[in-house]
């Protein structure tokens, strides 16, 4: 049975995902003819946050595997569109960066009560790592797996007509 006011919200929040990452993206003058496959990227990443989150997985297994979406997109639309990864992968992590976990942490501490940051903290600390290690996975993958054609071997002995 689909819950259709959780779809909604998803929708409502990955149209959210989508704007800001493109604002993002305005900011750090990103080519104008990216700002759409930029939004897409960090739609992408949130949309894949919220359904690892609904599936039951904690806050750092969700933020691997939306980076890890988010990632993989990247990579593609840098193939797709000759543009490096990075314009599509610093302004698509935007909507998964543990902003509020800085936040609250440094809260935490001002207001002397230390268990809390400690806890907030340590939580950040970890999205931060499955952040990193999600780009790193797929960073490290060889190209085949992000364009959708395959190159002719040169030297094969086939003559193009």
């Known amino acids: 049975m689909i819950d259709l006011p959780l779809l909604l919200n998803w929708a409502f929040q990955t149209a959210v995902a989508f704007v800001s990452t493109i604002a993002f993206a305005i900011i750090f003058h990103t080519p104008r003819r990216e700002y759409l496959f930029c939004g897409i990227t960090g739609g992408l990443g949130w949309l894949g946050y919220l359904i690892c989150m609904h599936l039951g997985t904690g806050v750092v297994a969700a933020s691997f595997f939306a980076t890890v979406a988010l990632a993989w997109a990247s990579r593609s639309f840098s193939f797709l569109r000759k543009t490096p990864v990075t314009v599509f992968l610093i302004t698509g992590i935007f909507p998964l960066v543990p902003g509020a976990g800085i936040y609250y942490t440094g809260y935490h501490f001002f207001m002397s009560d230390n268990t809390q940051g400690l806890l907030k903290g340590l939580e950040t600390f970890k999205i931060a790592v499955a952040i ?30």
């Open 132 to 161: 990193a290690l999600g780009i790193g996975i797929v960073l490290s993958l060889p190209p085949f797996f992000f364009t959708l054609r395959r190159s002719s071997k040169s030297g094969s002995g086939q003559t193009k007509s």
